[in-house]
């Protein structure tokens, strides 16, 4: 019996690494590291909202944006990061796809990912791994793929 290949996504609001594992040798997938600066909010909107008065009096309001426009960066990166896993699993074979992401980054990917790639997520890791050396993340990660999580 062949061991399981398993694909693992290690992402963050802005950094997103992609590594293949059989067993406990874990490596990391040349050309899919994604790096995506996130400014401030106050550096991505207008200067200010807008402005409305009152129908009777002088009275005036600031509009409330619509959405986030730092939240709308971090939703795009997770469709980037999606469709960059869509064109890896068409030349990587894999059985299984563990997600390691904060909380909010997961709920962004589970949107983002095609039916077929949500067939293969077997686990959702709510962890910041991104930020740690990469010898004890593949150490990590080693222990993930085996089932260990």
Known sequence: MRPARTLMLVADAGRARAYLALGHTVSAIDGFA???EVPPSR???DDRPGRAGES???TRHAYEPRTDPHREVKRRFAETIAARLQALA???PF???PLIAPPA???DLRTALGDELKK???VEIDKDLTKLPEAELITRLGTIAAGET
């Open 56 to 58: 009777v009096g002088p």
């Open 43 to 45: 550096e991505i909107g």
């Open 34 to 36: 994604l790096d995506e």
């Open 90 to 92: 068409a030349s990587v």
């Open 95 to 97: 059985d299984r796809l």
């Open 120 to 122: 293969r997520v077997h």
């Open 105 to 107: 980054m997961l709920s």
